[in-house]
């Protein structure tokens, strides 16, 4: 017993250090993705509800950009290890369209926080002729704006 105990020690701090160095995703903050859209991401309730706002670089209109209100939720389950699945909409401010996100919170190799994102946008159409030419499809990548870390 008294040979175990330094062992013991050891094998504890080393678990412990290990739990300390891993770090999460957390969807708060101010992030910019690969087509130069900021998004602020303000609150994230106990149950994963989250709010912000969406400043799109890009339009599929000829309208004026304005900052767009989003609603989402992420998983709060307790098998998620710190790289939550999240969903979120905007409702743009601009448009009558609507954009739904989902996607995944990642801390990379280099221990940087990535948002992979899908997203569908919806426009809204004359008819429903016109519906087969109604969504967009596509992906983003959210990086942390850097005078936030
Ligand atoms: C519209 O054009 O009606 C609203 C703006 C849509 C912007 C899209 S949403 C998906 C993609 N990612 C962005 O950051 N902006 C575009």
Same mark, same amino acid.
């Given at each position: 017993?008294?040979?175990?105990?330094?062992? +013991?020690?050891? #094998?504890?701090?080393?678990?412990?250090?290990?739990?300390l160095a891993v770090k999460k995703c957390s969807l708060t903050g101010r992030w910019v993705n690969d087509l130069g859209s900021n998004m602020t991401i303000t609150t994230v309730n106990a149950n994963g509800v989250f709010a912000g706002s969406y400043h799109t670089a890009v339009t599929a209109t000829s309208?004026?950009?304005? +900052?767009?209100? #989003?609603q989402g939720s992420m998983q709060k389950s307790p098998n998620q290890k710190g790289q939550p699945t999240f969903g979120f909409t905007v409702n743009w401010s601009f448009s009558d369209s609507i954009t739904v996100f989902t996607g995944q919170c990642f801390v990379d190799e280099y221990g940087k926080e990535v948002l992979k994102t899908m997203w569908l946008l919806r426009s809204c159409v004359e008819n429903i002729k016109n519906d087969w030419k109604a969504t967009r499809v596509g992906t983003n990548v959210f990086t942390r704006l850097q005078s936030q870390e």
């Open positions: 017993m008294v040979q175990a105990t330094p062992l +013991l020690l050891v #094998l504890f701090l080393a678990l412990g250090a290990h739990g309208n004026e950009i304005k +900052l767009s209100p #989003l």
